[in-house]
């Protein structure tokens, strides 16, 4: 007689209608239980029954239900799934298959399959990717996957870079093709072989893309020449060896190896710009005044260099600070080497004046051994030669962004807008409770964000500069011209590592379009998107690897007496961030708890230093 009664429909619709509920992210816990966060001052406990219904990281809408005073959350309706392709290892073997998701908070194991066409045996260990394909709220009476690819053996030394690339889904190996000649670009190419051109990188580097030559002129004024490799001599716009850069966007660097946008004949061999070598290049002449400005007088053009000397950093921060051994094989290498760190020196005291100058801090670098474990840590200080370097480059993109800017209106430029207008008045607030007054609106802008930039960077700590940071807005690659705020800049469009990054290779076409005379196209803002993107996925997996190295670099010191000295840089409802001071693990507290005495706000701000036991490892 209830069936299919109106009456009857009315009400259950009516009881769920006034029925409470909540959308929000399951946060588990390891003791079986788990939250849903609804924001930041919310949450809702979910009991271990109902948390067999779904997944840490599952955005969902749950039934509340409210007794004796408690309120609990009843999983309801999937919004979004926290895994829907994710990486892991694979439990069992032939036709009962689990696999356990690379996550601290998804012990379980997930039944699985193979799927169809994988030609793979998997058994216990193996690492593979998944596809989930059931889910207890979509109807289906549990969880369920299928693996998609086999990674790796569970014993291969190297899992975390084929995990990693795997997990992010990046190529693992260096594009296919050749190519075999240089097109005609109808380019005029103005032979600068004669000039004692030299390259400054890592002794190891064998994709060299810049070459340096200075000259003194009158009036005390420098000339510097920067010479760039030319691959788009070779590599014709929407070839497949072009389709393919556009992919993969950038060179991706791990630690220990690389997989580079190009086919290592080119970004190696023919673009490298090797000593003793004849190269095609893109060129940029400018003119320095005495006191660093770059003068009108800009020049693209397109070139053949053969550089003269391959220069290793240490060795030529060495010979300009009166140390080591190395001398430079003749006076004109030595008379190079000395012009340009005189232009280093201008353009840095130019750039500290007019714009914004990074601190120094150390890169730092994994040795690793054949079997791919960690044997050391080192840092390894930026000296002047790195500076000679990076102060010529960004010279170089500066002359870029403005001659794009001027004679095409667009290119592909590296925007920074500071501060999120939405965060400026909480960011005055903050700062003011630390002594530091600045207004809320001329922060926005570069000038005022210059300035409190040179503000927080004279302070005794970094401290303030850390709590900030979650202020301002990200970094985009745009194709209209914009300031950079974080070089302190109205302009910048890096074309100088074209062998490594798609949009260099973009504004090395439009350049050549200007020295031609000819019109150009406008790149679309889909390849900014595809360009953005990419460098994200790049940064996580570089990310990804350095904190699993560190973490078996530190393997050894769980649970023993080995402290680490290291500075709060922040503090939370969720904890602290602490940078270790030795070696570069200012990531890995997301890997480690700690047992950390009491404190308060005051010794944060001091960014006092504390001795830090590794009390568990969680990786």
Same mark, same amino acid.
């Given at each position: 007689?209830?069936?299919?009664?109106?009456?009857?429909?009315?009400?259950?619709?009516?009881? %769920?209608?006034?029925?409470?509920?909540?959308?929000?992210?399951?946060?588990?816990?390891?003791?079986?239980?788990?939250?849903?966060?609804?924001?930041?001052?919310?949450?809702?406990?979910?009991?271990?029954?109902?948390?067999?219904?779904?997944?840490?990281?599952?955005?969902?809408?749950?039934?509340?239900?409210?007794?004796?005073?408690?309120?609990?959350?009843?999983?309801?309706?999937?919004?979004?799934?926290?895994?829907?392709?994710?990486?892991?290892?694979?439990?069992?073997?032939?036709?009962?298959?689990?696999?356990?998701?690379?996550?601290?908070?998804?012990?379980?194991?997930?039944?699985?399959?193979?799927?169809?066409?994988? $030609?793979?045996?998997?058994?216990?260990?193996?690492?593979?990717?998944?596809?989930?394909?059931?889910?207890?709220?979509?109807?289906?009476?549990?969880?369920?996957?299928?693996?998609?690819?086999?990674?790796?053996?569970?014993?291969?030394?190297?899992?975390?870079?084929?995990?990693?690339?795997?997990? %992010?889904?990046?190529?693992?190996?260096?594009?296919?093709?050749?190519?075999?000649?240089?097109?005609?670009?109808?380019?005029?190419?103005?032979?600068?072989?004669?000039?004692?051109?030299?390259?400054?990188?890592?002794?190891?580097?064998?994709?060299?893309?810049?070459?340096?030559?200075?000259?003194?002129?009158?009036?005390?004024?420098?000339?510097?020449?920067?010479?760039?490799?030319?691959?788009?001599?070779?590599?014709?716009?929407?070839?497949?060896?072009?389709?393919?850069?556009?992919?993969?966007?950038?060179?991706?660097?791990?630690?220990?190896?690389?997989?580079?946008?190009?086919?290592?004949?080119?970004?190696?061999?023919?673009?490298?710009?090797?000593?003793?070598?004849?190269?095609?290049?893109?060129?940029?002449?400018?003119?320095?005044?005495?006191?660093?400005?770059?003068?009108? $007088?800009?020049?693209?053009?397109?070139?053949?260099?053969?550089?003269?000397?391959?220069?290793?950093?240490?060795?030529?921060?060495?010979?300009?600070?009166?140390?080591?051994?190395?001398?430079?094989?003749?006076?004109?290498?030595?008379?190079?080497?000395?012009?340009?760190?005189?232009?280093?020196?201008?353009?840095?005291?130019?750039?500290?004046?007019?714009?914004?100058?990074?601190?120094?801090?150390?890169?730092?670098?994994?040795? /690793?051994?054949?079997?791919?474990?960690?044997?050391?840590?080192?840092?390894?200080?930026?000296?002047?030669?790195?500076?000679?370097?990076?102060?010529?480059?960004?010279?170089?993109?500066?002359?870029?962004?403005?001659? /794009?800017?001027?004679?095409?209106?667009?290119?592909?430029?590296?925007?920074?807008?500071?501060?999120?207008?939405? $965060?400026?008045?909480?960011?005055?607030?903050?700062?003011?409770? %630390?002594?530091?007054?600045?207004?809320?609106?001329?922060?926005?802008?570069?000038?005022?964000?210059?300035?409190?930039?040179?503000?927080?960077?004279?302070?005794?700590?970094?401290?303030?500069?850390?709590?900030?940071?979650?202020?301002?807005?990200?970094?985009?690659?745009?194709?209209?011209?914009?300031?950079?705020?974080?070089?302190?800049?109205?302009?910048?469009?890096?074309?100088?590592?074209?062998?490594?990054?798609?949009?260099?290779?973009? $504004?090395?076409?439009?350049?050549?379009?200007?020295?031609?005379?000819?019109?150009?196209?406008?790149?679309?803002?889909?390849?900014?998107?595809?360009?953005?993107?990419?460098?994200?996925?790049?940064?996580?997996?570089?990310?990804?690897?350095?904190?699993?190295?560190?973490?078996?670099?530190?393997?050894?010191?769980?649970?023993?007496?080995?402290?680490?000295?290291?500075?709060?840089?922040?503090?939370?409802?969720?904890?602290?961030?602490?940078?270790?001071?030795?070696?570069?693990?200012?990531?890995?507290?997301?890997?480690?708890?700690?047992?950390?005495?009491?404190?308060?706000?005051?010794?944060?701000?001091?960014?006092?230093?504390?001795?830090?036991?590794?009390?568990?490892?969680?990786?």
């Amino acid at each position: 007689m209830f069936q299919d009664n109106p009456l009857l429909a009315q009400l259950k619709q009516q009881l %769920h209608s006034q029925t409470p509920r909540a959308e929000g992210v399951v946060k588990a816990t390891e003791k079986g239980f788990g939250f849903l966060e609804v924001d930041a001052q919310k949450s809702y406990f979910i009991p271990p029954p109902q948390m067999k219904k779904v997944m840490h990281g599952d955005r969902i809408i749950a039934v509340i239900h409210s007794e004796k005073e408690r309120e609990s959350a009843e999983p309801e309706e999937l919004v979004e799934p926290f895994l829907t392709r994710f990486v892991g290892k694979v439990q069992g073997k032939n036709d009962r298959l689990a696999i356990v998701p690379d996550h601290p908070l998804l012990k379980d194991a997930i039944p699985c399959r193979a799927a169809r066409g994988l $030609n793979h045996e998997f058994k216990e260990g193996d690492w593979a990717v998944a596809e989930m394909r059931r889910h207890p709220l979509k109807g289906d009476r549990s969880f369920y996957a299928e693996l998609t690819q086999y990674i790796t053996f569970g014993d291969d030394h190297f899992v975390p870079w084929w995990v990693t690339l795997a997990r %992010h889904n990046l190529e693992k190996e260096a594009p296919d093709g050749v190519a075999t000649e240089m097109l005609d670009e109808g380019l005029v190419r103005e032979d600068l072989t004669a000039l004692d051109f030299v390259t400054i990188d890592s002794a190891s580097t064998e994709d060299m893309d810049d070459a340096l030559f200075a000259k003194a002129l009158p009036d005390d004024k420098l000339q510097l020449i920067v010479a760039i490799a030319d691959p788009t001599a070779w590599i014709a716009e929407g070839s497949k060896l072009d389709k393919a850069a556009k992919i993969r966007a950038f060179t991706n660097y791990l630690p220990g190896f690389n997989i580079p946008m190009l086919p290592r004949e080119l970004s190696d061999d023919l673009c490298s710009l090797r000593a003793n070598e004849v190269r095609p290049v893109l060129a940029c002449r400018m003119t320095l005044s005495a006191d660093g400005t770059i003068e009108d $007088n800009i020049e693209f053009f397109a070139a053949t260099i053969e550089s003269k000397a391959k220069l290793v950093y240490d060795q030529v921060s060495d010979w300009l600070e009166n140390t080591g051994d190395w001398q430079p094989e003749s006076e004109a290498i030595a008379e190079q080497v000395r012009l340009l760190a005189q232009i280093c020196q201008r353009r840095g005291e130019w750039r500290h004046n007019h714009a914004l100058v990074f601190k120094d801090r150390p890169d730092y670098r994994f040795i /690793l051994g054949e079997k791919g474990e960690v044997l050391d840590i080192v840092a390894e200080p930026r000296r002047i030669a790195n500076r000679i370097v990076e102060e010529a480059m960004i010279a170089a993109n500066i002359c870029a962004a403005r001659v /794009l800017r001027d004679k095409l209106g667009f290119g592909i430029y590296n925007v920074h807008m500071g501060f999120d207008p939405a $965060n400026a008045d909480a960011l005055a607030a903050l700062l003011k409770t %630390h002594g530091l007054h600045v207004d809320a609106e001329e922060v926005l802008t570069l000038d005022g964000f210059c300035k409190l930039r040179r503000e927080l960077d004279a302070q005794p700590t970094g401290f303030l500069d850390s709590r900030i940071r979650r202020f301002q807005s990200f970094a985009e690659i745009s194709t209209e011209p914009g300031p950079h705020f974080g070089l302190g800049l109205e302009a910048y469009a890096t074309w100088t590592s074209p062998i490594r990054k798609y949009g260099d290779m973009i $504004n090395h076409r439009l350049l050549k379009a200007v020295i031609k005379g000819e019109t150009a196209t406008r790149p679309q803002d889909e390849i900014t998107v595809q360009m953005a993107e990419r460098r994200r996925l790049n940064r996580m997996a570089e990310r990804d690897v350095g904190d699993w190295l560190y973490a078996r670099f530190l393997k050894d010191k769980a649970g023993t007496d080995t402290r680490f000295a290291a500075e709060i840089v922040d503090i939370s409802r969720g904890g602290m961030r602490v940078r270790w001071l030795i070696t570069a693990l200012s990531p890995l507290f997301r890997h480690l708890s700690y047992t950390l005495c009491a404190m308060n706000w005051f010794a944060a701000r001091k960014t006092a230093l504390y001795k830090l036991k590794v009390k568990r490892f969680t990786k």
